[in-house]
Structure formats: structure tokens, C-alpha cells
T-cell receptor, first 113, second 116 residues
Framework: LAKTTQPISMDSYEGQEVNITCSHNNIATNDYITWYQQFPSQGPRFIIQGYKTKVTNEVASLFIPADRKSSTLSLPRVSLSDTAVYYCLVGDRTSGSARQLTFGSGTQLTVLP | SAVISQKPSRDICQRGTSLTIQCQVDSQVTMMFWYRQQPGQSLTLIATANQGSEATYESGFVIDKFPISRPNLTFSTLTVSNMSPEDSSIYLC?????????????FGSGTRLTVV
């Protein structure tokens, strides 16, 4: 099972760009990298997924170097409402692959005014 | 992506009793997953529930303690049996993405259980 390592916590100020890096040294060839966001009293919510290079959607960008042993979630111009725990997961996309997905400790992002 | 309704949202239970948590999905799904999130901790997969077959439990979780039902493709229940204070956690159900664009696993909002 691919294990991920993230910083336990990060602080930022409103309007800044936040980059959260995740290490996944033993990522497998078929694994994708997925990031989730979790607010208190809610289940995790999908943010973005990528396999290599760069992926961008309306809320974030995901940067993945060629060796795929790490990835960086980039949140542009954060606001107070982005305060949440962010989880990085690696795993393939076959049915039932949830058994392989391991939620690490996550990164508590606190956005300050 | 699917929409999940999970009930109850929270409960306070006496030790030794059981609580059944319900998870309703707005579309048919093959697999449903149950997670536990202990206070301040990450998520741990309890079991995978397929319709028409026995649930598959992860290491450290047993059917006698966490019986699961999956009567159809849109519904599942998880029972926490003979509860103790150590069972105080958030329990979440989840479904995997299906078809079309990938939107990741969808999670219910969770059931916050406190055992006293």
C-alpha cells in the first residue's frame, strides 16, 4: 500500500497562494494521486486528481514531478473558508480500490485574516 | 457525482447498547464503504459492502462488532454493537466514482457517535 507523508499543519493568510506537498515514494505505476478536503462535521470532498505533470481545475492545481514520488496541491488566493484538513491519497482507479486507499494524517490548513 | 444521505447525524448512546447507522445513495452503486474517524484522527476503512454478498472487513474489524447490511444497490446500514466509550467516533459511508468524469469517492456527512 502506498504511504503518504504530509505536513501536519500549515498557516496562511487570506489572499495568499498555499502549496501543500505530499511525499509518496512507493507510488505504483497504476496509481493516481488524489486530494480531498475535509471540513469539521463533514465527510471528505474530492478536490483534484492527477497522474503526472500538472492538472488544474476551478479550485486548485496539482503539480506532479516526473518521478511521481511527490505532489504539490496549490490553492490560489485562499480565503478563511479554505480552513480545513487536506488529505493526499494514492491508489489506482479500479473498482474496489478503496481497500488500497490509505488516508494519512492530513494537513490542517488554517487561513488567518 | 452521487449524493449520500446518512442518518443519524449524531447520537449519544449508553455503553452496552447498539446503534444502527443508515446510508442512502441517490443512485445505484455496486460498492459502499464504511469508515471510522476517531477524534482528531484520519479515516480508517472498516469494511466494503457489496449488494448480495457478505461485507469484507479490514484488519481489526469484525462482523460481530460491526454487522453490515446491504439489501439493495442504494442503501446500507452499519451497526455498532455492544458499544463502549472507545467506539466514540465519526462513522462515514462512501461510494466510489462511477462513469464519466472522475470526481473521486463521495462521502456522507458522517454520524458522530458518543458512548457514555
Amino acid at each position: 500500500l502506498a504511504k503518504t507523508t504530509q505536513p501536519i499543519s500549515m498557516d496562511s493568510y487570506e489572499g495568499q497562494e498555499v502549496n501543500i506537498t505530499c511525499s509518496h515514494n512507493n507510488i505504483a505505476t497504476n496509481d493516481y494521486i488524489t486530494w480531498y478536503q475535509q471540513f469539521p462535521s463533514q465527510g471528505p470532498r474530492f478536490i483534484i486528481q492527477g497522474y503526472k505533470t500538472k492538472v488544474t481545475n476551478e479550485v486548485a492545481s496539482l503539480f506532479i514531478p516526473a518521478d511521481r514520488k511527490s505532489s504539490t496541491l496549490s490553492l490560489p488566493r485562499v480565503s478563511l473558508s479554505d480552513t480545513a484538513v487536506y488529505y493526499c491519497l494514492v491508489g489506482d482507479r479500479t473498482s474496489g480500490s478503496a481497500r488500497q486507499l490509505t488516508f494519512g494524517s492530513g494537513t490542517q490548513l488554517t487561513v488567518l485574516p | 457525482s452521487a449524493v449520500i444521505s446518512q442518518k443519524p447525524s449524531r447520537d449519544i448512546c449508553q455503553r452496552g447498547t447498539s446503534l444502527t447507522i443508515q446510508c442512502q445513495v441517490d443512485s445505484q452503486v455496486t460498492m459502499m464503504f464504511w469508515y471510522r474517524q476517531q477524534p482528531g484522527q484520519s479515516l480508517t476503512l472498516i469494511a466494503t459492502a457489496n449488494q448480495g454478498s457478505e461485507a469484507t472487513y479490514e484488519s481489526g474489524f469484525v462482523i460481530d462488532k460491526f454487522p453490515i447490511s446491504r439489501p439493495n444497490l442504494t442503501f446500507s446500514t452499519l451497526t455498532v454493537s455492544n458499544m463502549s466509550p472507545e467506539d466514540s467516533s465519526i462513522y462515514l459511508c462512501s461510494v466510489e466514482p462511477s462513469g464519466g468524469a472522475y470526481y473521486g469517492y463521495t462521502f456522507g456527512s458522517g454520524t458522530r457517535l458518543t458512548v457514555v
